[in-house]
């Protein structure tokens, strides 16, 4: 029974190509958040949702469209993808207040 | 908005020693610290919190300590075992909004 899971885990693309990523929890959580880790492991928050509204949208490229359509689900669309693109991108959610989120394993995108 | 910092990057110690990470916010108005442990492959999972409204939080062999004043919380870990070999990071957030997260530490614990 997997909390925050992610699809793909890998996902391998050429320069300029569209793709998306999924993510689901099954915690009964309320807000939900895409992270992205570039190589030197930093992470870096990009999107946040709350029972299916946007509440968080750091300074990312609009080629970065995230869609919840319903708050188990937060997806990640990439279009026109780029080398700099590269990274690993995690969703992550929580029940709010002072509890820490779950994060899921991640999904690992090599753009070339 | 919120910086963390986090020191040092890299930390090596005999098993069995103990670790000590330190980290360092901005923003004042910051409540909430917790402490997440990466293993290789895997997603951030959280290992241990502390609100700004206690001082020392412990848990078996991790630990944490916050200083409000000077704006700079540790972790430490006594006893170390190869398994707390990982990349752990510290964050910072009012409530648990929007986690700021520190930019890590490998630590490596020789056998």
């Known amino acids: 029974d997997t909390a925050v899971s992610q699809t793909p885990k890998y996902l391998v693309t050429q320069m300029g190509n569209d793709k998306s990523i999924k993510c689901e929890q099954n915690?009964?959580?309320?807000?939900m958040y895409w992270y992205k880790q570039d190589s030197k492991k930093f992470l870096k928050i990009m999107f946040s949702?709350?029972?299916?509204?946007?509440?968080i949208n750091e300074t990312v490229p609009n080629r970065f469209s995230p869609k919840s359509p319903d708050k188990a689900h937060l997806n990640l669309h990439i279009n026109s993808l780029e080398l700099g693109d590269s990274a690993v991108y995690f969703c992550?959610?929580?029940?709010?207040?002072?509890?820490?989120?779950?994060f899921g394993s991640g999904t690992r995108l090599t753009v070339v | 908005g919120e910086n963390v910092e986090q020191h040092p990057s890299t930390l090596s110690v005999q098993e069995g020693d103990s670790a000590v990470i330190k980290c360092t916010y901005s923003?004042?108005?910051?409540?909430?610290f917790p402490w997440y442990k990466q293993e290789l492959g895997k997603g951030p999972q959280l290992i241990i919190d502390?609100?700004?409204?206690?001082g020392e939080k412990k848990d078996q062999r991790i630990a944490v300590t916050l200083n409000k004043t000077a704006k700079h919380f540790s972790l430490h870990i006594t006893e170390t075992q190869p398994e707390d070999s990982a990349v752990y990071f510290c964050?910072?957030?009012?409530?648990?909004?929007?986690?700021?997260f520190g930019q890590g530490t490998r630590l490596t614990i020789n056998p």
């Open positions: 949702y709350n029972n299916k509204e946007l509440i």
């Open positions: 964050a910072a957030s009012r409530g648990a909004q929007k986690l700021v």
């Open positions: 992550a959610s929580t029940s709010g207040g002072y509890y820490g989120y779950t």
């Open positions: 923003d004042s108005a910051s409540n909430y």
């Open positions: 915690l009964g959580h309320d807000t």
């Open positions: 502390i609100r700004s409204n206690v």
